[in-house]
């Protein structure tokens, strides 16, 4: 058995929120700039040129990327030879709390949906736990804004449904998204399993780092080509890139369905991986 | 261009969807919850705690600010959300309003109507939009934190015009230009 404290997880936490917020990954900041060479719109090529701009500023200075510091969403994957002491969702939000204070970040959690009233740390995260074999312990962080993510959409197909009936779902998801959830936007879909099991996989999809099927590449591909058909474009100002890219998880499902959901993510795509 | 508050009527006449602008001079921010109140208040015929008339308002909730700064990250939120609350105030004055993202078809008239402006701010953009902000306070509801209305005193701050008075929507004529989908 591994024994960790929870007090280290909280203090690995604190510090991964704060890296995410203040830091876009390398793998996004080369799409932006791709994509200021693929786009034609001169208007849209400067809200890319900014983006960047405001990438390096955050980072140089560490304040965050976006206003918006989202709802912290965390994919645990914890080994059976793991024990944690103390409670692991306790040592996760407590390093929230200290990351959003010590970062400078906005608190942009209520406690209750219907009174509204601010946590004024940020907490509670939105946390998975998967239990995995070895000694493990792994953090998958997505620092979630709300602009995106009230645009999504999940659709119950039919059995029978084709990918064009799914692509043209996950199109009017973006038509409808527009300019409200800052394009470009990197699309996670989740593809079977049930209800809540494919809106599960679209927000995991975001995180996904490559795609090992390569008829599900093809479908990934095909659909980034019809997304940058609809004229959206950086910031809705009109162009050909309204998405970096599209990302699928599949799972099996039950004869009678096909579940369907779209996660938008922004492009201000803020994650992190740590292991402890 | 380059262009100072407040917008009079003048000014707005000369803004065209496209248009790319440099906005200096005072602003307030306000979104869901600050607008509630405010359209509470005018339900009610009560007095509003700032003044609306010529007024432009900024949709964001900003980051707090490390020591020393005027603000933290600052860029705008989605502006539909607030299009519920935007006749009462259009009908009270306002006179522009800098978002993310389209507005209903009844703003896009209201705003034509009333002779306003809805301009758009760089969505994400928020590390490098605090840059231009250089004074910030808080004017009303301090209790709603980040949702407080706040006075700011902006410094070229980079707009994009989308909705004019001519009733010209730039997202859909960006789209339009730019859309390979047939029919």
């Known amino acids: 058995m591994r024994e960790i404290d929870g007090e280290i997880i909280s203090k690995n936490i604190s510090q991964a929120v704060q890296n995410a917020n203040f830091s876009l990954d390398l793998k996004l900041l080369n799409m932006l700039e791709d994509a200021v060479k693929k786009e034609q719109s001169l208007l849209g090529k400067n809200i890319l040129k900014s983006l960047i701009k405001n990438a390096q500023i955050a980072e140089q200075e560490k304040i965050a990327i976006c206003q918006d510091t989202g709802i912290v969403v965390i994919f645990i994957k914890i080994g059976n030879q793991i024990q944690i002491q103390g409670d692991l969702y306790k040592a996760v939000n407590r390093g929230i709390k200290v990351g959003y204070n010590k970062g400078y970040l906005r608190k942009s959690v209520v406690k209750d949906p219907f009174n509204r009233e ?13 239990n995995v074999l070895g000694d493990s312990l792994e953090f998958n962080i997505l620092i979630k804004g709300a602009g995106s993510e009230n645009m999504s959409r999940i659709n119950m197909f039919n059995p029978t449904a084709s ?25 996670g879909i989740g593809i079977g399993g049930t209800f809540e099991k494919a809106a599960l996989l679209s927000k995991k999809a975001l995180l996904k780092e490559k795609t090992e099927d390569p008829s599900i590449r093809i479908f990934e591909k095909r659909i980034l080509k019809e997304i940058n058909k609809t004229g959206i474009g950086p910031g809705g100002l009109g162009g050909k890139v309204t998405a970096l890219d599209v990302r699928i998880l599949k799972h099996s499902c039950h004869i009678a369905s096909l579940p369907v959901a779209v996660n938008i993510n922004c492009h201000a795509s803020r994650h992190i991986k740590i292991s402890i | 261009m380059n262009l100072e508050t407040p917008l009079t009527e003048n000014k707005i006449n000369k803004l065209k969807a496209g248009d790319k602008i440099y906005l ?43 020591p020393g700064r005027v603000i933290g990250p600052c860029g705008p939120t989605t502006s539909y959300r607030m299009d519920k609350y ?70 070229d701050f980079p707009l994009v015009v989308i909705n004019d008075i001519y009733g010209n929507d730039l997202y859909d004529m960006g789209k339009n230009k730019y859309s390979e989908i047939s029919g």
């Open chain 1, 118 to 130: 601010n946590t004024q740390d940020n907490t509670p995260a939105i946390i998975y736990i998967e």
């Open chain 2, 24 to 66: 200096s001079g005072y602003l307030y921010t306000a979104r869901d919850q600050a607008h509630k109140k405010l359209c509470e208040l005018i339900e009610n015929n009560e007095e509003l705690p700032i003044n609306i008339e010529n007024a432009i308002i900024y949709y964001t909730g900003p980051a707090p600010a490390r």
């Open chain 1, 163 to 187: 990918k064009d009936e799914i692509i043209d779902f996950i199109i009017d998801t973006v038509q409808r998204a527009g300019a409200s959830a800052c394009p470009p936007y990197i699309m």
């Open chain 2, 86 to 155: 935007t006749p009462a105030l259009l009908k009270m004055g306002l006179k522009a309003m800098i978002g993310k993202g389209q507005r209903s078809k009844r703003i896009v008239d209201l705003i034509k109507e009333n002779k306003a402006v809805y301009l758009a701010a760089t969505g994400g953009a928020a590390a490098l939009l605090s840059k231009r902000i250089i004074d910030s306070k808080v004017v009303a509801y301090p209790k709603l934190d980040t949702e407080a209305i706040r006075l700011l005193k902006v410094s």
